[in-house]
């Protein structure tokens, strides 16, 4: 089953500008982690923002396990959507981390037992069920994105959507978010689309989808995606420092016959070339 | 404009239940014309320490200098708008600060605030779109119709504008593009030449501090942690991870190749392509 599904997806923001989004088509399996990238203004948050009906697309469709999106059924799909954006600040509105999750789960009507049944498995999750009765505001930026996450996990989505989720964290935090989500991600089997500007991120997910100005330049898997590196800097994105250590190897005439995906795996390669000489 | 801080604290709420002591007997000297990076994790008093560069908050106890300037414990400056136009502050995010009706009206907001007559006022608006790189065609439109990085950089023109003799800038290069954030970087590094700025960088990417600081400052928990050039500072791993930090990815490879190779792979400024003709040397001598 596809988690979420866009086909031939246009958009604009009225009929006589100039689209935002052109022609867009992929698919986000269940279970699956989609990174997506591309420069600022190629149209990655346009496709966060459709993915949960807070724009409709001018031309094409979307389809959320495999159901069409429409402005009648928004309200259910939602609820199968999860998003955390790049703000911790910007989206709490309890004053403790309970209310905090809460308050989706008080929207959608659950009865009470079950949302304090809901609130300690998602905070659990997170890890951060020892900090219920904590003010959001002053938690760690890792921590209240951890919060914001839990929020999400406790409607129990299909998909979740990290919209530059870890960007205002410092390298702690940003590891802290990747490993819960990805753990999360792993045992409840939901689909999980990170968009992003850290290529090392990106090197992390199963598939890619490059976003330029507007339009799919390319579905991959990220081992493939670092083999562009001169295309990619032309886009204005990059590959990671690893990639282009191998790329300068390779120039150099050593034979790397896999692009390698971290350090280890360079230094694995680069001690069997040694060790057969 | 040489920056001293002597001994100071800085106390939130004191003397109530949530009293928190921000910074914490904080000495350090910054010289004129310098770069200096500023690092630490979230909470460790890097915001704290730069609300003081301009007078937003003062000293709890200690003294600050910032060139003729002084900061002391419940004194009110004499100069507090003065300090304040020689300190431009490029806050996180400049962007969401706009609210002009044209990228001009926006540039010339500052020097307007400051008093500066108006002809001079249509001259340094020229002159700072041109350094951060504006057309001057983008003057007449609305700064919410361009681009997330065009906006930045207005916001970045309108405190160049007041003509700053210290720049300090907060996490200049978050949500930008990898090419956005290396335009952006490069962009800072010229004017702090050309104008010979004293620039404090607040940030989280190693690698921005290694490739443009003079010197960096390490914060945890108020107080000063590590202090040296980048590379005195990012030879000493395990002290850094101790304060959630770590080396930039250069270092990190380095060190796993030096031990997987068993012998020192050292730091000496190469850049990748040079990294690689020594990574080569060692995997294809026998001998090595």
């Known amino acids: 089953m596809h988690a979420i599904e866009f086909r031939n997806v246009s958009f604009r923001y009225e009929e006589d500008q100039p689209y935002v989004l052109r022609n867009v088509s992929f698919q986000v399996e269940t279970g699956e982690w989609l990174a997506i990238i591309g420069h600022n203004g190629s149209g990655k948050s346009t496709i966060a923002k459709l993915m949960n009906g807070l724009l409709f697309p001018s031309e094409g469709e979307i389809f959320i396990n495999d159901i069409p999106l429409t402005e009648e059924n928004i309200w259910e799909i939602r609820s199968q959507v999860g998003m955390v954006f790049q703000n911790p600040d910007n989206q709490f509105v309890g004053t403790t981390v309970r209310d905090d999750v809460a308050f989706g789960l008080e929207n959608r009507g659950v009865p009470r037992a079950e949302m304090m049944e809901r609130i300690t498995s998602s905070l659990e999750q997170v890890r951060m069920h020892d900090y219920l009765l904590h003010e959001p505001y002053r938690l760690s930026g890792g921590q209240k994105q951890r919060v914001a996450i839990a929020g999400v996990l406790a409607i129990s989505p299909r998909v979740i959507i990290l919209d530059e989720a870890t960007a205002m964290l410092d390298p702690l935090g940003r590891k802290e978010i990747l490993d819960t989500v990805h753990r999360v991600q792993a045992e409840q089997q939901i689909g999980l689309i990170t968009i992003t500007h850290d290529l090392n991120e990106v090197m992390q997910a199963e598939r890619v989808l490059v976003m330029n100005d507007g339009e799919v330049w390319m579905t991959t898997v990220p081992r493939e995606l670092v083999k562009k590196q001169t295309e990619l800097q032309q886009i204005g994105l990059d590959v990671p420092f690893v990639s282009q250590l191998a790329h300068a190897l390779q120039k150099l005439g050593v034979p790397l016959t896999e692009e390698p995906i971290d350090h280890e795996e360079l230094l694995d390669t680069l001690w069997t070339l040694h060790s057969r000489k | ?288």
């Open chain 2, 1 to 288: 404009m040489d920056i001293t801080f002597e001994k100071v604290d800085y106390t939130y709420q004191a003397n109530s239940p949530f009293e928190h002591k921000a910074l914490d007997s904080m000495s350090f000297h910054l010289p004129t014309g310098s770069v200096t990076a500023i690092v630490g994790h979230t909470g460790s008093g890097k915001s704290t320490l730069i609300q003081h560069l301009n007078g937003l908050i003062r000293p709890t106890n200690g003294k600050v200098r910032i060139g003729d300037y002084v900061l002391e414990p419940k004194k009110k400056p004499k100069h507090a708008k003065a300090l304040r136009e020689k300190v431009g502050i490029v806050f996180q995010y400049p962007e969401h600060q706009l609210f002009e009706e044209t990228v001009e009206k926006d540039i010339a907001f500052g020097p307007r605030n400051f008093g500066v007559p108006e002809q001079e006022i249509q001259k340094r608006v020229a002159e700072s779109a041109q350094a951060v790189g504006l057309r001057a065609d983008l003057l007449k439109r609305s700064p919410f119709e361009l681009s997330g990085g065009q906006m930045r950089r207005v916001a970045i023109a309108g405190i160049l504008a007041v003509r700053p003799r210290v720049l300090v800038l907060d996490e200049p290069t978050a949500g930008l593009d990898p090419r956005g954030q290396k335009e952006i970087m490069d962009m800072f590094y010229r004017i702090h030449q050309e104008q010979q700025l004293t620039t404090i960088l607040v940030t989280h990417s190693m690698e921005d501090a290694l490739a443009y600081a003079d010197q960096v400052l390490v914060l945890d928990k108020g107080k000063k942690y590590m202090e040296g050039t980048p590379v005195e500072v990012f030879s000493q791993r395990q002290a850094l991870q101790q304060v959630q930090l770590d080396v930039p990815e250069m270092f990190q490879f380095l060190l796993k190749a030096s031990d997987r190779f068993g012998k020192p792979v050292a730091y000496q400024g190469q850049d990748v392509e040079r990294l690689a003709e020594q990574l080569a040397a060692l995997a294809g001598d026998p001998n090595e």
